[in-house]
């Protein structure tokens, strides 16, 4: 079936420092794949999202990267700051399915 | 103020008991989500509804029930056959057409004692 695989799981980096998050998916026909960062005890936001029509996206300090070929896609978080800190989850989703399938999440740590 | 409100935040239950989440969308949005959250996991669907009186199971929909009779309303049941009901229980809402991110509710934190 439809998988979403995240790495790592866990992720600590100091302040300042970048930090990259790593996704792949098995059903070639998603074209749309968001990342949500949730912060705890709180609902997911997304931060930033990407389609297959496109093969990087920036935001300020936050990246994502698309590689159909190899069915992965990533997120860049330069010159991070402790309130960077959170979980982040991954997903991908083809058009006209309505659904989204969710990777495990990665718990970022930013130390001070 | 728009967005989706999921309330209570915390709800306590006996087991053996049913027990309704509510979610209420102000966004016009067609589609609507429940997701169940254990720790150290993603997020699992558990039914969605891409229009009024009208929604398909997810993954786990197992123990679970749902209704659509308002477009702004989606409340889930976890009725006394779910074996671990005790969760974090997250709302979501989307267009159908363009756009398709999901906007997320606040998350309730249901435990069953």
């Given amino acids: 079936g439809e998988n979403v695989e995240q790495h790592p799981s866990t992720l ?10 790593k996704c ?18 709180k609902g997911p936001q997304l931060i930033i999202d990407i389609r297959s029509n496109v093969g990087e996206k920036k935001d300020q300090r936050i990246a994502v990267t698309l590689n159909k070929t190899a069915k992965h896609f990533s997120l860049h978080i330069t010159e991070t700051q402790p309130e960077d800190s959170a979980v982040y989850f991954c997903a991908g989703s083809t058009s006209g399915t309505y659904k989204y399938i969710f990777g495990t999440g990665t718990r970022l740590k930013v130390l001070a | 103020d728009g967005g989706i409100t999921q ?20 966004l016009n949005h067609d589609a609507m989500y429940w997701y ?10 558990i039914y969605y509804s891409q229009i009024v009186n009208d929604f398909q199971k997810g993954d786990i929909a197992e123990g679970y029930s749902v209704s659509r009779e308002k477009k702004e309303s989606f409340p889930l049941t976890v009725t006394s056959a779910q074996k671990n009901p005790t969760a974090f229980y997250l709302c979501a809402s989307a267009m159908t057409s363009g756009s398709y991110e999901q906007y997320f509710g606040p998350g309730t934190r249901l435990t069953v004692t």
């Fill in chain 1, 24 to 41: 792949t998916y098995s059903d070639s026909a998603s074209n749309y794949f968001p990342w949500y960062k949730q912060e705890l005890g």
């Fill in chain 2, 36 to 45: 169940r959250q254990d720790p150290g996991q993603g997020l699992r669907l």
């Fill in chain 1, 12 to 21: 600590s980096v100091q302040e300042g420092d970048s930090a990259v998050i």
């Fill in chain 2, 7 to 26: 309330s209570p935040k915390y709800l306590f239950r006996k087991e053996g008991q049913n027990v309704t989440l509510s979610c209420e969308q102000n």
